[in-house]
């Protein structure tokens, strides 16, 4: 009668573990459940030399034996029963020789639990692609093991495999990591109180979520003369462990593994040399960011000037068809007008997401993440720092909660706080409506001045995160150590309904979130327009009559002097007039002032409110843009938004913290009220100097 | 007629507005106070 011995196919997932499961067991397979659970079980019979019959399970991929899923703990739960029918004679790890340092992982935990174990390096046909070429005796002898270099691709090197896992009995059982390694103390006590019990079998149950015959964590916990650590402290040492072993890949990958990139040939490595490059890469980084700023200027001038033209006149049939009213003008003044002033941002917004989909779809973004690394080390940032920095483009909150995988606290505090500086969709709307009315259209070499212009303050946002972090780096007196780790996908073709959905799902959440604050302040505002106290409001028309009444204007002229007097004596006007003193050296009236308070709430409120200021009382339907644009300064005389007031006001939103939402994220991420108003005071008053100087500078 | 429901109308969105204001920004339940993170805080980072 033969001898059958159970195998485990173990390995990260996409190693081409299946592939090696098919060609060791051909058409000898069977697929079923795992026992209670939904987990697929794949089994086979592989016939080997000497008579020898394999009875092997291709076990779900998994990354580490510290579980957090279905699929993984079936791994566990196989690993650590021994009176498991199907407990492994010897565990074949499957790795990838691409990422050969990740699956090691693996395999040094399973190593440690006295299993005879064998390493697999699948694909070897892409090592001379890659570059890679490796020392199989050096590996042997440092990993204490056998290896079976195959590519299941070619069909190469599976005889070799069937023969070492015949002779599992010359497979060393030694461990790759003394557990003891990890807390000399702790461990000691743990061996004195189970002295019969594997080491390393008993930190994997009281570490995970899984049975382990008939001791469980339980009974670990009861017997007296062993005391158990908190959760927080059996993490950090289960992250202790995690290096220790990765410190162990590392030495033996020194010698055993070499990685020449110049002598790799295949064609995401040629695009790799090229996208990651020192001086290229930052140069194609630099000309994608141009050609994207230009591309939003360039399609969205038609979708938009068509819905402003739209609200404009939507405005005006709602005035000329409903009963006049307060109501009637709350609509027509308050209303539309201040919804107007965001959905006319959708289509630049759509683009915009549109293209950083793209670039994240199709592997890209993580080129970016690894490329601007070099830069972030400098300024105390990690590369993981890039990825909300980027997110920040759309929205500092989700960026703010992104910082959570950095590891590092003093990293992680620097990129929060300096986040809230990255351009977000909602400074795009004040940006683009103060460029559109301050900055010519002319090109340079093709490229639109307002484009350059939106780019540019893109690139300040950016920079000033960075320098901001390099100061805070300095400052900040918070020891802690980082470690980057970043898994570059394969280039693809993005698929066109993932692109579709990121963009569908950014726009709404814009407009919508937005929206509903832009219409309750809108509300407030009209309100406050279009009421006031005193004499000077409730008798406006009469005194404006008697003030005018020498130089006989015509009815329209009248018209447009009443409703100016009123709204100068109304609520905001009179709080508007309060704040003017304060901002009028930066260049802005009291309507911009108002506009800027109130956008407190959110940024992109500041379009809607100027909409709804200059609305009120009007009854032309002029777009936003062009009452914008007849605006008149009160003291200099001439346009109120001229190159050295816009430029002054956009500079002040690249750097105030305008936001409350963000404020109270950096508040529950921080768990302190500490950093989000030193947040609001050190950017405001930053941008407040700033804002200042250009325009004194600039007029 | 027509001015006291409009009136009536602008009143109501006011008010819904400024309730809706408040309730985003300014009241917020009280969450049980923790210290700040850093160190050992078990805050998600470390």
Not at chain 1, 177 to 206: G, T
Not at chain 1, 374 to 400: E, Q, W, Y
Request: aromatic share 10%; charged share 20%; glycine share 6%.
């Amino acid at each position: 009668m033969s001898k059958q011995i159970n195998v485990a196919l173990i390995g990260n997932p996409n190693t081409g573990k299946t592939s090696v499961f098919n060609a060791l067991t051909g058409l000898n397979q069977k697929v079923g459940n795992y026992p209670g659970i939904t987990v697929e079980k794949k089994e086979g019979i592989c016939k080997l030399p000497r008579g020898v019959k394999a009875h092997i399970i291709d076990l779900p991929g998994t990354y580490s034996l510290n579980a957090s899923s279905l699929d993984e703990n079936v791994v566990i739960e196989l690993l650590l029963n021994k009176n498991d029918k199907d407990f492994p004679d010897i565990a074949v790890v499957v790795s990838d020789v691409e990422n050969l340092k990740r699956n090691l992982l693996l395999f040094t935990q399973i190593k440690d639990l006295e299993i005879p174990t064998l390493l697999v390096i699948n694909m070897a046909d892409r090592m001379s692609y890659k570059g890679i070429s490796l020392d199989i005796d050096y590996l042997e002898e440092h990993l204490q093991t056998k290896i079976a270099l195959i590519s299941t691709r070619k069909n190469e090197g599976i005889n070799n495999l069937k023969n070492l896992i015949a002779n599992l009995k010359d497979l060393p059982i030694k461990p790759c990591l003394n557990a003891s390694e990890i807390d000399q103390d702790y461990f000691d006590n743990l061996r004195k109180a189970f002295p019969n019990q594997l080491l390393y079998k008993l930190w994997l149950v009281i570490t995970q979520d899984v049975n382990f015959g008939k001791t469980d964590r339980n009974e670990i916990g009861a017997v007296a003369n062993f005391k158990t650590k908190s959760k927080a402290d059996l993490k950090r040492l289960q992250q202790k462990e995690t290096i220790k072993r990765y410190q162990f890949i590392n030495n033996v990958l020194k010698k055993g593994q070499t990685i020449d990139i110049s002598q790799a040939k295949d064609l995401r490595t040629k695009l790799d040399r090229i996208l990651t490059h020192k001086v290229w890469g930052y140069t194609i980084f630099f000309v994608i960011l141009l050609t994207i700023f230009q591309a939003i200027y360039d399609w969205s001038s038609i979708p938009m000037d068509f819905i402003d033209t739209v609200f404009a006149s939507l405005s005006e049939w709602t005035k000329n068809m409903l009963p006049s009213g307060a109501f009637t003008n709350l609509l027509a003044e308050g209303i539309i007008p201040g919804l107007g002033g965001i959905v006319i941002f959708i289509p630049q917004i759509a683009f915009l997401f549109l293209f950083i989909a793209v670039l994240e779809e199709s592997g890209y973004m993580s080129r970016v993440v690894f490329l601007m690394d070099r830069v972030m080390r400098r300024f105390g940032l990690s590369g993981k720092s890039v990825v909300p920095l980027i997110s920040g483009t759309a929205c500092a909150i989700p960026a703010i909660m992104a910082t959570r995988n950095i590891e590092s606290w003093k990293e992680r505090l620097i990129t929060i706080l300096v986040t809230p500086f990255t351009t977000c969709s909602a400074r795009l709307p004040v940006y683009l409506i103060i460029i559109s009315l301050v900055i010519p259209e002319g090109r340079f070499l093709g490229l639109s001045y307002q484009a350059l212009t939106l780019m540019l303050l893109y690139l300040i946002g950016f920079g000033t995160a960075v320098i901001s972090a390099y100061i805070l780096n300095k400052i900040l007196k918070i020891k802690s150590k980082t470690f980057f780790v970043i898994e570059m996908p394969n280039y693809k073709l993005p698929m066109f309904k993932n692109v579709a959905l990121t963009v569908i799902e950014k726009t709404k959440s814009f407009v919508f979130g937005a929206g509903k604050i832009i219409l309750a302040i809108s509300i407030v505002l009209w309100f406050l327009a279009s009421y006031g106290p005193g004499e000077q409001f409730n008798n406006a028309e009469t005194i404006v009559k008697a003030e005018y009444a020498p130089q006989n204007l015509n009815e329209e002229d009248l018209k447009q002097k009443i409703a100016s007097h009123k709204l100068e004596h109304s609520f905001i006007g009179i709080t508007g007039r309060a704040i003017e003193p304060a901002i009028r050296p930066l260049g802005y009236d009291w309507k911009i002032g108002i506009a800027i308070v109130s956008s407190f709430a959110a940024r992109e409120v500041f379009v809607g409110t100027l909409a709804t200021i200059y609305s009120v009382g009007s009854d032309d339907e002029a777009t936003i843009k062009n009452r914008m644009a007849a605006e008149v300064n009160p003291i200099l005389g001439g346009p109120l938004f001229t190159f050295a007031s816009g430029i002054s006001l956009l500079l002040f939103y690249a750097f105030a913290m305008q936001c409350m939402s963000t404020l109270a994220i950096v508040k529950r991420e921080t768990n302190s009220w500490k950093w989000p108003v030193l947040q609001l005071v050190i950017m405001t008053a930053f941008a407040y100097i700033v804002a200042l100087i250009a325009f004194q500078f600039l007029k | 007629m027509n001015t006291i429901i409009q009136n009536i109308l602008v009143f109501t969105a006011l008010i819904l507005a400024v309730m809706f204001i408040v309730k985003t920004y300014i009241w917020s339940p009280k969450k049980k106070k923790t210290k700040a993170c850093g160190g050992d805080d078990n805050c998600g980072c470390h």
